[in-house]
T-cell receptor, first 116, second 110 residues
Framework: GAVVSQHPSRVICKSGTSVKIECRSLDFQATTMFWYRQFPKKSLMLMAT?????????EQGVEKDKFLINHASLTLSTLTVTSAHPEDSSFYIC????????????FGPGTRLLVL | QQPVQSPQAVILREGEDAVINCSSS?????VHWYRQKHGEAPVFLMILLKGGEQKGHEKISASFNEKKQQSSLYLTASQLSYSGTYFC???????????FGKGTRLSVIA
């Protein structure tokens, strides 16, 4: 199956700093990448949809200036949490969709962010 | 619109069967099933696109009803490795982001 990597897997940072999370599709070209956030024992909440070479589409309630998304190529998307605060602590998961009309989303292993 | 999953949680003994349901108030384009273990990302199980479709994956299979408003995931002769949270993700149209249900926590005990 398709493989999606995410880096880093865990990060601890101080309040006020910025954190960048990378999402890569390793063996396929991803036309679209998605960023989700998940709280403990909760469902996956879509934050934004990212298409290569264009601006990301953010879901209602997600701050564009706080969660910067860049989709530089068909295999790489990055999420930067700017000026992180403790309430941004969460499990962030990216997923990628391959070209084709009957493709599912393949998830990366996730990044656990803890803001102190 | 978030699909509704039921039950919220289920406990099985090894070898028992379970059914997890995912329903929507509107016709869906597709249903995707995932299993997530604690601390890990969701793992894709299967996708259903056509009304009336049934698919199997070893002892795990799923159906998508004719009206395309409900899907069920069937787990037969459950194994300890089946434990986890099962999510259905739905699309209202092609190539749109998946919207996930709240999940069904399945625990298989010896």
């Amino acid at each position: 199956g398709a493989v999606v990597s995410q880096h880093p897997s865990r990060v601890i940072c101080k309040s006020g700093t910025s954190v960048k999370i990378e999402c890569r599709s390793l063996d396929f070209q991803a036309t679209t990448m998605f960023w989700y956030r998940q709280f403990p024992k909760k469902s996956l909440m879509l934050m934004a949809t990212s298409n290569e070479g264009s601006k990301a589409t953010y879901e209602q309630g997600v701050e564009k200036d706080k969660f910067l998304i860049n989709h530089a190529s068909l295999t790489l998307s990055t999420l930067t949490v700017t000026s992180a605060h403790p309430e941004d602590s969460s499990f962030y998961i990216c997923s990628a969709r391959a070209r084709g009309i009957q493709e599912t989303q393949y998830f990366g292993p996730g990044t656990r962010l803890l803001v102190l | 619109q978030q699909p509704v999953q039921s039950p919220q949680a289920v406990i099985l003994r090894e070898g028992e069967d379970a059914v997890i349901n995912c329903s929507s108030s509107k016709a869906l384009y597709s249903v995707h099933w995932y299993r997530q273990k604690h601390g890990e990302a969701p793992v894709f199980l299967m996708i259903l696109l056509k009304g009336g479709e049934q698919k199997g994956h070893e002892k795990i299979s799923a159906s998508f009803n004719e009206k395309k408003q409900q899907s069920s995931l069937y787990l037969t002769a459950s194994q300890l490795s089946y434990s986890g949270t099962y999510f259905c993700g739905t699309e209202n149209a092609g190539n749109t982001p998946l919207v996930f249900g709240k999940g069904t926590r399945l625990s298989v005990i010896a």
